[in-house]
């Protein structure tokens, strides 16, 4: 919901994307977080997590592969 028009706004995947790989990192300003918390319901963050956990799992087994082969 928006602060100011009290209005429902909709969320894109890239911001969620952008919200787990920053709390990957454990970076984050705080106006960005603000928003987030805001806007993104927990659903979407724990999906985001799960894919963006496998995502570097399956990156770090390729390198790995990679570097071994």
């Known amino acids: ?3 100011i028009t009290g209005t429902k706004t ?3 995947y890239w911001q969620i994307a952008k919200a787990v790989m920053a709390a990957f990192m454990g970076i ?3 106006s960005d977080l603000e ?5 993104l319901k ?8 799960i894919i963006g956990g496998l995502v570097f799992v399956i990156g770090v087994m390729l390198l790995v ?3 071994v082969s």
């Open 1 to 3: 919901m928006d602060k």
């Open 10 to 12: 909709s969320v894109s």
């Open 28 to 30: 984050r300003k705080k």
């Open 35 to 39: 928003n987030d918390a805001a806007t």
């Open 42 to 49: 927990p659903v979407h963050v724990v999906v985001g997590g």
């Open 65 to 67: 592969q990679l570097v």
